[in-house]
């Protein structure tokens, strides 16, 4: 397994360029189609923020399950989840969605995943400065709370990299092989934003629930990006699960590529 | 001199009406267990040499396994049996315009795709103005147009123009020697040949008994997967002929 995946890394490093290209190219398009691109970006999580912070602090009242400033909070993981997702949806359509490409070009196939985890990715950075506008905003009116932890997140970015390049390459070839996939992966994914510390911390989950939450991936990742905003102790354990848990799939994901990939290529 | 192409005992095996395909609906209700699933062999035990500068075609009826065995040497499929080695880089003119995007200007595409193909952006910037010249006037005046603009003659002309200044020592052509308009079919020609006398290898999958004997020397003629016959140009296109006027 860890052959293979030394393998693709090589193939994919030796592409560098052509992987920047093909990044370059989506996030030209997405810019470039629409005039506000831009602000498309982060109107979407914002508007969900919005929805969740009315609905769980207005109506449930219930300003305990999450650290203080919550709005802070559900900014965080709502722009680290609409990244997950994105990738998530698109890694899975990634071969079928360029099919006339992966026809007729000869190059390491990891690219067409590896590209959207990147440019969706990128979006994902360009979005951070409404994070840090809250962020000072908050710091500003004394409610807020900055400290040296921050140098996780840079940590957070990285997990979630290899964590969704591992899904990616795991989803891309069986949505090929069996067209039901992508609707699956759609319900998973929904499921998936209630059974991830988003609109919650890990504290506001009943113990028997804290367990399951912990081999959540994103459990990790979202507890590295938080760990510089919020006073709260450092859950090493979740990050280092979440770490072993990414890395696992990440495995499982290039074998199942490489395992697929001729009878991806007749199917394409 | 080694071999630039080295096919040995190369086979894939497809599956009939697209069974790889089911949907889950199909593997929980029909189960997933042990339909005979029905396959053929694209290709069986298909193994030749080529050695650098030849110009090899590629005759057989449909179905035998002409586009396949071009897929396998541009690396665009894996074979399930033997193993086919390719030394240095090949430029497919497979899917002309495969690597173009409709929303992008022709500019743009021109550097993505030829960056698809390997090019640094150093590389396309020389060979910018070349392109486009042999793409023609009529592309030449439109390169900021979105590319889903251009009629589709114009964008197989400029994916055509692309490609074939790619300094690739393959050229693996299926069916696509001349694209365009009559005018622009000559130039195809003309750069063809061009290609041929600079030392290229050519590989040609075509129909076309001119084409064929034009620029290819040796033939390969595929029959139902299998290589029947390896030997000169004329040879092998009478055989082919004498056995399809003999099925008729």
Redesign the interface.
Known sequence: MTVNIARQTRGLYRRRQLLWTLVRRDLHVRYASSPIGYLWTIIDPLAMAAIYFVVFTVIFKARSVGYQPYVLFIVIGVLAWQWFQLSVTETARALIAEARLVRSTNMPRELWVVRVVLAKGIEFVLSLPVLAGFAIYFVAVGQGHVNSKLVWFPVGLVLQFLLQVGLGLLLAPITVLFTDTSRIVRIALRMGFYATPIIYGVHAAPESLRTILAFNPMSGVLEAYRAGFFPAELNHRAIVLSAIVSGVLLLVGSYVFSRLEPAVLKEI | MKPVIEARGLG?E??RS?R??????E?VFKGHTGAPIDTFWALKDVSFDVRPGEAVGIVGANGGGKSTLL?MI???????EGRVTVRGG?A?L??LT??F?G??TAR?NV??AA????L?KRDIDERYDEIVDFAGPQVAAAMDMPFRHFSSGMQVRLAFALITTLDEPIVLVDEVLAVGDRAFRERCYVRMENMLSGGRTLFLVSHSEGDLRRFAERGLYLSSGSLIADGPIDEVISQYNADADAAS
């Open positions: 894939v497809f599956y697209r790889r395909k089911r949907s889950l609906r593997m897929k541009a690396g665009v499929l894996i074979p399930d090949v497919p497979i899917e495969g690597g995007l929303e992008l743009d550097y993505l960056g698809l193909h390997g640094r």
